[in-house]
């Protein structure tokens, strides 16, 4: 599977510094990806603006602040990074919920190194990725049940798309990360980036799962 060739970097959000340890250990020990820093919760935002991650590890159980506290403000930055929640706890109500604040993961601190390591990939390549049993479950409950809210003025359909962003949002909603997107139509990376920031400002959505779950909605009708 095809990734940029600059390293990934990522930002390690938990409270717990051995946690902080453990995977800047597992991480900096894998090639291309470089942990750029590690904090806690009421430090996230100061470090995701000077370090400029492209992906966040969030933490979920933190008592300085909750992690989908950081995360909402995360998603509300300018330019805002890839997250996915950390958590010792399969949950599935957790996933649901993480999915629908714009999270792009959901990753068990259990998972097995390797795992964790190719997950970490994967998010920062354009994809999604939750490793607890319950996940696909929660996927589809998601995309399910996603309300289909009154479309605002301004806002277009997947009519109004042009034939490039409809065959970027078909490969999204099939699962394909932003480099694979990008081999299978021909085009860059951050072509391909281009792409689906136009889709989330056409359709009025904040996440890739959404856009998912537009095309995924949109079929079944």
């Keep these: 599977m095809p990734y940029d060739l600059r390293p990934v970097r990522v930002l390690v959000v938990d409270d717990e510094a051995l946690v902080r340890t453990a995977l800047q250990q597992v991480?900096?020990?894998?090639?291309?990806?470089?942990?750029?820093?590690?904090?806690?919760?009421?430090?996230?935002?100061?470090?995701?603006?000077?370090?400029?991650?492209?992906?966040?590890?969030?933490?979920?159980?933190?008592p300085s602040v909750p992690g989908f506290d950081v995360l909402r403000t995360l998603r509300g930055l300018p330019r805002p990074p890839a997250v996915a929640m950390l958590t010792a706890l399969d949950t599935a109500d957790h996933v649901e919920r993480a999915l629908r604040e714009g999270a792009a993961g959901f990753l068990l601190k259990t998972t097995d190194p390797r795992v964790f390591v190719e997950a970490v990939r994967l998010l920062a390549a354009g994809g999604v990725v939750c490793t607890p049993p319950g996940s696909a479950e929660a996927l589809s409950r998601y995309a399910a049940s996603a309300p289909v809210s009154p479309v605002p003025d301004g806002v277009e359909t997947l009519d109004d798309l042009t034939a490039r962003e409809r065959d970027v949002l078909a490969l999204i909603a099939a699962g394909l990360s932003n480099a694979d997107i990008a081999a299978h139509l021909g085009m860059g990376v951050t072509t391909v980036k281009t792409h689906i920031g136009a889709l989330k400002r056409k359709l009025a959505v904040g996440s890739r799962v959404a856009l998912a779950s537009v095309m995924h909605r949109s079929a079944a009708r």
Excluded: K, N, Q, W
């Excluded at 820093?37 to 159980?61: H, M, S």
């Design 27 to 62: 991480l900096g020990s894998a090639g291309g990806v470089t942990v750029v820093g590690t904090c806690d919760g009421p430090d996230a935002v100061d470090a995701v603006r000077d370090l400029a991650p492209d992906l966040v590890l969030l933490d979920i159980d933190m």
